[in-house]
């Protein structure tokens, strides 16, 4: 079993920076790809980012040049720096776990962006 913990998310005013953290615990298979997803309300879920174990990213092209998605293989966590945030940013955001074709989620983190 694998339990995912998001953490970072809050209020913040356009053009501002916020960062999210998310720790993995439990069995975890030491090849994975970790990664962000968010949903706005009304809408489908969507990726954000993601990260593999030896670093490689993807980006949404709506984050690109903004976001960066890094990780700590040694504490099982990953982190999203959201700068430059716009209020269509504003979703929840979810920590994505996936190894051999398993998906793991986190419960999700509010980030708001509105002045």
């Known amino acids: 079993q694998v339990q995912l913990v998001e953490s970072g998310g809050g209020l913040v005013q356009p053009g501002g920076s916020l960062r999210l953290s998310c720790a993995a615990s439990?069995?975890?298979?030491?090849?994975?790809?970790m990664g962000w997803y968010r949903q706005a309300p009304g809408k489908q879920r969507e990726l954000v980012a993601t990260?593999?174990?030896?670093?490689?990213?993807n980006y949404a092209d709506s984050v690109k040049g903004r976001f960066t998605i890094s990780r700590d293989n040694a504490k099982n966590t990953v982190y999203l720096q959201m700068n430059s945030l716009k209020p269509e940013d504003t979703a929840v955001y979810y920590c994505?776990?996936?190894?051999?074709?398993?998906?793991?989620w986190g419960k999700g983190t509010l980030v708001t962006v509105s002045s």
């Open positions: 994505n776990l996936g190894v051999i074709g398993i998906h793991y």
């Open positions: 439990g069995s975890i298979f030491s090849i994975n790809t």
């Open positions: 990260i593999t174990t030896s670093g490689s990213t």
